[in-house]
């Protein structure tokens, strides 16, 4: 509908370091949604970790749409005073996605804070938030060996989503927000540089789809996560060859 | 770990009419997992569908676990003040799979209600909620055909769920808790009568998961829910024949 | 109105070990209103106690009417965000009168949580929360006491509770819901197995009432009350008889 | 304990027009427990009296404890963000309590609001905010009456409150702060001029009570009440000889 | 308009020991702007302070509209579940100002808790709610010097607070609820028997003020000051002549 | 402390259209603080001007830090569940600051939301949100003359804040987070192009300030407010000589 192929995705920018204060940040650029991913690190780790004796660090996730990402503005969750299933869906999504390329007893006792904010949607917020924070996160990880908090990479693969629909009875490829609200089939994709799955949620709210039609999602999707892996990759080495001095782990 | 074969489905049981001023109910029994569910109906439906001007009825569901369906009692959301993203996940996965099951045009300008309140825990609640829900439904549906409330039957199609998981490299169907708990990958399927997909969530926090285990798993999950439907059109056929005096839609 | 006579109180069965996780359960069915009561324990008591170093264990209970109780479905207090006056009033009041029914010095360094959770509802549902949580209780206490986790039982009198009202002037013992509505005076009472009062509340929204008015309340009231606690005795030690294999406190 | 007899009250004041933009108000001050009690007038009625096509006016009443009330510091309610369940007992019961004393047809489409906020707390505070808000009430509808908004006075009789307790095994009535937290049983009675009881609220968290017990301290409070209606009524006509000029209902 | 000449503050008088659990108490009546001021003691201090290892004490302060405080009944904080913004800001002008009367190392580990609650409001009750509050904790220091709680008193200036603004291009001292609604400009000042400021703030939200106007303002905010703050000493003075039996810090 | 003199501004930048689906938007970058301010527009009013009658539109603020714009990560005000009163004060601030600039009765039945949204912080947050918050609101307005939903200007001057505090008794302009940290008076001043006030907060939590002081601050700041006005004209202008193509009021 945009000029592309249906086996094509959105092209994709990452403006690292937008912002300075986390310890690794990037501004996510695919197509018209752009999303602010950040990590953050604390020198601590989730009560429940104490107490069940887990050694280690954690990671977990928060998502947020700005009020002004949508052409309709969007009020913030704290004036309707909850989140909705929505973003805990999301963000509970994306922690793990993250968890999963993280070797998180290789962390110390600490914790990472990934947050994805998004400042406009087209669709596919998810899968940039995921894609972008694994750039940052990797940002993140490369200060914290830098400045000698981490001895050993904990960083064990890359990790990258994409979203696959069935419109019309056709596939598509990385859907923005008008194909994204045609489809009648939903899938996203997560995966890794091993060409492993971490996540695949299919949802059918118009009609059911059949095993071939999975099957077709799933051999698409697989080309599309190479190509995100490939340009993950150059945005975290072009970034790192001239690093700016910023703020390691407080 | 319980005397099954890796692929054989627990015992499954359900108990008609446990909630008399539901318009359709069943206490669904599978394993340890014991599940109320009920559906209600409302002669309106919500604001959005009027604003939209979109025509027809609406179906939502809720899901809870009671207090003392765990083996350490797990307090009552309202002592928390707000839903866990796990429990919204959940309602909201259950009401995408019983609106997959409806013609919601042909429901009338009304919202049912699913209920699905967990009384014993043992893994697969999700999965005995949708499956029980469906029975729910169809006796709520059934009744509503006898008082005229209906005049077209609106149910498209069964609708069941089961899960699935990866437990030291062996696929295991209908994992209960200490199963789950033990799983690096867990497979959660909704399909229909037909042998579509409603919904496929699988998800590996542990290690990724290769394109052959998740194929294997989609093979074993599907003959799971060819013997769900089947027990699920038991439980409606045998109660509907001599069915009970109830409340129809107030 | 339902065929009984003005002093005859609603058919009264138990059904115990409804929840199986709960150190006691069960399923009082007093004619048309049904509640599940179930007793769990936790090692641990309320700050409080620790502050004020008072020694011994805690009782405290929750109360809830699920969503489809009533013909026109009750929304979750968590929709809500928050607790009605009228369900503290009730679940205030099951705690006052199971923590008469025993000695707190004899729990141990304790909580015992009283949970009622009303599967329909047809008037006096905080009499049959609190008829049928003394048999849980006590299911509970004897689980306890086979396991050795107690070596005195410190229950130290049966506790029941019915409800009168004054409807077109007549005295009525154990209202439905029809009734409830109409009556001009609400009296609930409970007492114990030793004809002593634990509360005894009495609300006039109508009309006031008169000294001889509740003097022949009580009188009829006394009455009911030597029934319930026959009918509790039974439901407990048939069950025992036959006890199942059930969970421990944990 | 403080040189009272057993069956005496404790000194009682009203100083009227305390709240000076309430539609009527006073501070009552009985023993050491002081309450401002006001009265205002909203032109609306609540909705589900309209949905319910209910004719006339409403009632209601709110109660707080202000944080200099007691010798220790009482946070606020909005500084834990709910009410407290003891809070909305009380509340309850006054709201209850002045309806008792109003017939709600003659008030016209209005809603009166009886607030109640404690200055000093020793002790009975759900009574002396009865008794008092029954003065701010014949205060404010004199005020009305005299404006021409009423016709025809709505208060069909006087209502006062009590505590009575039993301490030691003797009867005592109107307990202190320090006599109540040593009380057995806790009895509180509202109670009209005519003589007939709004209601009877007797609690044992201690021991239970037996019927004698019950019959002397109702025969006590009988005497109490009877006091406190006179002690009302020389407060409203003593004030209404020299009537400020104060607000009428907005 | 209310017969004053534009440089002349409203009636201003304080009742003592309005509040008598409070340490120190006054209800300030200027004008008809009527505001309970209390102050009570914790022996803790917040944890920020222990965590960060500020020594000495802290004092905090709340505010709050009582409902009957305003022509129109103005719900409770609680009926809304949040803090206005208004109020929020208030409470804390109030704090930073009391906080700059005393020296907070000399009170010990304590935190005085400072509750402004208003009961007729007609203008200015954030000023008049710091003067009160000064008088009120002067009390209270006095009280804990008379209990040798302090040795050395805490209080370095006396601190005051008046409203002033632009009506009609007039400059008027102390505004009632009419004036100040009608005012294009509102400044409050908070300032020191020194004559030095502690806050400035001056808002224009109908037309922007001349530097000329602010210093008009400014020098007429100084002689209404130096009058609020002799009456305060007189209200301090004549009260601890006779100073009536109360509690000290618990 | 960072190389300027006391007098002068820290360097400031305006990256206009941040966010393309608001109206206008700037990232402000001033110093290291660096503020994303969006504006959109709704065509709806509050509800309170329809009650009230008020003609026009309205404009209302939101700020919120980003939970990496501090290095310490800050939670989200969702996690906590409501805004601080720093967040309420500063979104009030900005939206009274805004509303002077503009006459709201030429905006028609409109809400123009301004969102102010924190990416790094180092001082002067609520400074730098109102100086770029007017560039943003200017490129809305621009964006609704070009597009004909409006067709007269409702701006009426510009407004632009900047921060001023004593620090070891010198005076400093626009301060950093260190030089904040350390001052002992803090004055915030907003003041149109016209050179006149719209607010002026002075705070002295450590050292009451005198006449001279305030007087010296008024006239230091009233430099550093011409210098900002200048920079917002360019980059308005600059920025409309080659508009991008963006969405019109929905």
């Known amino acids: ?23 690794g940040s990037t501004l996510v650029r695919w197509g018209n949604t752009h999303v602010i991913c950040a990590v953050c690190c604390e020198e601590i780790v989730p009560r429940w970790m104490k107490e069940q004796g887990v050694e280690g660090g954690w990671l977990t996730a928060e998502y947020s749409m700005l ?19 929505r973003t805990q869906e999301i963000q509970r999504l994306i922690g793990r996605a993250m968890r999963a390329a993280v070797d998180l007893k290789l962390l110390g006792t600490r914790t990472l804070w990934v947050d994805c904010d998004v400042l406009q949607a087209d669709g596919g917020t998810r899968t940039a938030s995921i894609t972008g924070s694994f750039v940052a996160l990797s940002l993140a990880i490369n200060k914290m060996m830098a400045s000698g908090k981490l001895t050993k990479n904990p960083i064990t693969q890359a990790v990258a989503a994409v979203s696959l629909g069935v419109v019309q009875k056709q596939i598509l490829l990385d859907l923005n927000y008008v194909e994204d609200a045609a489809a009648e089939v939903d899938l996203n994709l997560v995966m890794t540089s091993k060409g492993e799955f971490i996540e695949v ?24 996560i190479e190509q995100l892996i490939v340009a993950q990759n150059i945005a975290v080495q072009d970034f790192e060859k001239n690093i700016p001095n910023s703020p390691s782990c407080p």
């Open 201 to 224: 949620q299919g949802t059918a709210e118009k009609n059911a789809f059949s095993q071939a039609h999975l099957d077709n999602m799933l051999a698409l999707g697989r080309k599309g």
């Open 1 to 23: 509908m945009d000029g592309r192929s249906a086996d094509q995705i959105r092209p994709l920018q990452f403006q690292n370091h937008i912002a300075p204060h986390a310890l």
């Open 67 to 85: 009020p002004y990402s949508t052409s309709q503005r969007k009020p913030r969750d704290i004036s309707r005073g909850k989140l909705e299933g």
